[in-house]
């Protein structure tokens, strides 16, 4: 079965430009503020503060230290 899909590997441009695209929508739709404050209310909870914070230091590990151990 071929695809027209190419591989473009690390780095791809594709995938980049498509985030960045997005990235600017999302930047001018006006969403910003609201998704700020929201952020910021979830942050005087100290439950949700308290996850954030764990996942947080789990986004800033390396890569190889976060997968799941084989059993």
């Given at each position: 079965m ?58 800033k ?11």
């Amino acid at each position: 079965m071929a695809t027209t899909q190419k591989n473009e590997g690390e780095g791809s441009r594709t995938a980049a430009k498509a985030y960045n695209e997005a990235t600017t929508r999302f930047a001018k739709s006006g969403k910003v503020a609201p998704a700020a404050a929201k952020a910021k209310k979830s942050l005087a909870s100290k439950r949700e503060a308290a996850e954030m914070k764990k996942a947080e230091e789990i986004g800033k590990k390396p890569a190889k230290s976060r997968r799941a151990k084989k059993p």
